[in-house]
């Protein structure tokens, strides 16, 4: 049997899965990026192998906002953006899914899909005041493991309503409520009707949100947000099994589908590549007046890959021999 490798590099985590043939989850990993996306590649590539061989691997697939940096380290097949893996995943396990609510340690998203495939979406990269990285802030302030916010905020009988929309004034508000003597159940719980409400009033503003509706990312594992959500919506609100890693299920999904068929083996480059060596640098190209700023990785101190040129001077060098040719010299040729 043989298995398709997802990788979603994240600026909070990186995740990678194993699907079988059949799209079932064979194996998943959880891995904090700690700014160092490479290493914990690396890191991913070799506990997840397992005893699996190179040739075990029939598909590979990217995503998540390193997704082209984490193509050029395992040798993707694809590279998709994480709107799209989401939304493939979320249709595997809910066919009837109509909306999506994501939330990670740095964004978050909305995506409505209709008849299986993806018609609107927004994500959100700018305020904090909405993601799991200021949960983890506040609850670290509160002196509270953040595995307890949802239980604490089922305990409330009476939350307080914190000002949700920027970060700062959450915090400011959640001060004053702590000096006004409201407790600690209290402020999270009004902490998670606040983020629900700023995700609403701005991801999901002048968008209909039409259940069934799924819950994913780092955040669904929160109660407390959970239960605000569904009764936001006055809906019930579904998570799934793999709520955390659904993006690197989605592009594995999405590399089985490309590779099955293909008159061509996969690009994966194999377990071995945690064992490499990887530099990035970056530079200006000053060959016109747009200055790009270009990111080079090399493998083994050899240019492996560039991209953040417009034109496409740069990125046009990335190395496209394929160690692994067509199994058919007509291969490509396919419409």
Not at 58 to 77: C, F, H, K, N, Q
Request: net charge neutral; glycine share 12%; charged share 25%.
């Amino acid at each position: 049997m043989g298995y398709s490798l997802g990788v979603d590099v994240g600026s909070v985590s990186t995740n990678l899965v194993l699907v079988d043939e059949e799209g079932n989850l064979a194996r998943k990993l959880y891995l904090r990026t700690n700014g160092r996306p490479i290493d914990a590649v690396r890191k991913g590539l070799r506990e997840i192998s397992g005893g699996l061989k190179d040739r075990d691997v029939v598909a590979a697939g990217a995503t998540g906002s390193g997704r082209r940096l984490a193509a050029v380290l395992i040798g993707a097949d694809i590279i998709k953006n994480e709107i799209t893996a989401h939304a493939a995943a979320s249709v595997s396990v809910l066919p009837d899914v109509r909306t999506i609510i994501e939330i990670g340690g740095q964004d978050s998203k909305i995506i409505l899909v209709r008849d299986g495939y993806v018609h609107d979406f927004a994500m959100n990269t700018v305020c904090a005041a909405g993601t799991g990285s200021f949960l983890d802030r506040q609850a670290s302030r509160l002196g509270i493991p953040i595995e307890e916010f949802g239980s604490l905020a089922e305990l409330s009988h009476n939350p307080v309503r914190i000002a949700g929309r920027c970060a700062v004034f959450a915090e400011s508000d959640m001060i004053s409520k702590q000096q006004s003597g409201h407790s600690s159940e209290d402020i999270i719980a009004g902490l998670c009707e606040a983020l629900v409400r700023n995700y609403l009033g701005n991801l999901a503003k002048g968008r209909k949100i039409e259940a069934p509706v799924m819950f994913q990312g780092g955040v669904a594992a929160n109660r407390g947000i959970l239960n605000a959500f569904a009764a936001a919506l006055g809906t019930d609100i579904f998570v799934p099994e793999h709520y955390d890693v659904m993006g690197a299920l989605g592009a594995a999904l999405l590399a089985l589908e490309e590779m099955r068929g293909a008159l061509r083996r996969t690009r994966f480059s194999g377990f071995s590549a945690a064992e490499k060596e990887y530099g990035v640098k970056s530079f200006e190209c000053a060959g016109c007046a747009n200055i790009c700023e270009v990111v080079r990785i090399d493998i083994d101190g050899t240019p492996a890959a560039f991209w953040g040129d417009r034109c496409g001077k740069w990125s046009a060098l990335q190395k496209t021999a394929d160690p692994n040719p067509p199994l058919r010299q007509d291969a490509g040729q396919k419409a």
